[in-house]
């Protein structure tokens, strides 16, 4: 089957008690047992909810996983995904990721007993050089947010599986649609559904997809257990989301590629950021790894005050945080999604103050060209 059949129908089945065609919101904290341990399948909300279940379905078959969770939001999907190691285990994180995955492990897992280090997974030699005998995971994300470094997944996964260790992949920037970690040897994805599964930023939530039955078993627990689980309401938005992934995604990566090229070609750019420019050091892999580059593009200006006039004179693009709407956001990385990371580090990556990240949406790309240009000059 198509993606975008899987997408429209995988979960949603027509409502067994009314023939409803949308999955009903089931805004119900429990469910009535006919006796003692006699009950429908569904106890208690936090942990089965019908709505959420179509969803859970919906997205794992995208991602062509066995088994997937949906959370309450990214960050706490991705922080189940590491109750997956322990005290005492070693956890190899990209050097580049967003800035809330950085702090989740430099401030929180931390605190926990569980070791990890920065490696640039784009880098197979140094990667390599980063593993020890007690490292259970690596946690990459690609293309990397913001600066878009693409990391080879077979690769990877083939080094870290040679080596005891799981692979974590955050998939948020390219969809399901125009990426498949699981495919290329993943272990387990993860995602921001905030961002392009859900698409209208108006619901924040998120997912892990994997297909190790003992490893699904746990993560299952651990949402019960902890219960940072998404929301009846979120995963109706996330699930009439999907439906349309295909096609917003393809508009993303249309619009995208103009803007790459517009900004790659402006007097006033330094830098242009996107796996699709010929330019980007990736790209072949890019090519050969993605079916497609998306909608996120990120530019140097070459110093503060100019980042600060682009990012003020914009009137179409709207500055502000997150990503993967059908409208364009455009954001100030080393002040916004990833002043959590120091600033030496910052610096090392690209993550300058003269950094603009846009999120191109899918309005006519004319209309965003002119904003820009506008904003630029
Ligand atoms: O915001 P939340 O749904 O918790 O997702 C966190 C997250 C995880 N992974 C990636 C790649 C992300 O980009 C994010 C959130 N990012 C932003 C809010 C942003 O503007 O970059």
Redesign the pocket.
């Known amino acids: 089957m198509g993606f975008s059949t899987i997408a429209i129908h995988a979960g949603n089945e027509p409502d067994i008690a009314t023939g409803a065609v949308s999955v009903p919101i089931y805004q119900t904290s429990t469910y009535a047992q006919d006796g003692l341990g006699k009950h429908k399948g569904f106890e208690y909300a936090r942990t089965q909810n019908p709505t959420r279940l179509a969803l859970e379905k919906n997205i794992s078959a995208l991602e062509n996983a066995r088994f997937g969770f949906a959370f309450a939001?990214?960050?706490s999907a991705?922080d189940a995904a590491l109750k997956l190691v322990k005290a005492g285990d070693h956890v190899i994180l990209g050097d580049n990721t967003?800035g809330?995955?950085f702090r989740l492990f430099s401030r929180i897992l931390s605190n926990y007993g569980v070791e990890f280090d920065l490696a640039d997974t784009s880098n197979i030699a140094d990667l390599e050089q980063a593993f020890r005998p007690n490292t259970k995971m690596l946690f990459v994300?690609t293309p990397t947010?913001p600066v878009m470094t693409v990391t080879d997944l077979a690769a990877v996964s083939e080094l870290a599986h040679a080596r005891g260790a799981k692979v974590v992949c955050?998939n948020?920037?390219m969809s399901p649609y125009f990426q498949k970690p699981i495919n290329l040897g993943v272990d387990i994805v993860v995602h921001?559904t905030?961002?392009y599964l859900n698409g209208h930023s108006d619901s924040?939530?998120?997912f892990v997809a994997l297909n190790d039955e003992e490893d699904a078993e746990w993560i299952r627990f651990v949402q019960n257990g902890v219960g940072a689980i998404l929301s009846p309401f979120d995963s109706f938005l996330v699930l009439r989301g999907t439906k349309t992934l295909a096609v917003r995604m393809e508009s993303h990566d249309r619009n995208g590629r103009v803007v790459a090229n517009f900004l790659a070609e402006h007097p006033k750019v330094q830098k242009v950021y996107y796996p699709g420019l010929t330019s980007h050091p990736q790209h072949e892999l890019a090519k050969k790894q993605q079916s497609g580059f998306g909608g996120m593009v990120s530019f140097e200006t070459g110093s503060l005050e100019n980042a600060k006039k682009v990012l003020e004179s914009v009137k179409l693009c709207t500055l502000g945080?997150?990503?993967g709407g059908v409208e364009s956001l455009i954001?100030h990385p080393a002040t916004m999604?990833h002043a959590s990371v120091p600033k030496e580090t910052r610096d090392k990556l690209g993550i300058t103050d003269g950094l603009v990240r846009i999120s191109v949406g899918i309005e006519d790309v004319e209309d965003i060209i002119e904003d820009l240009d506008h904003a630029l000059s």
């Open positions: 939001s990214g960050m991705i967003y809330g995955t994300e947010n955050d948020t920037f921001s905030t961002k924040v939530g998120g945080e997150s990503l954001s999604t």
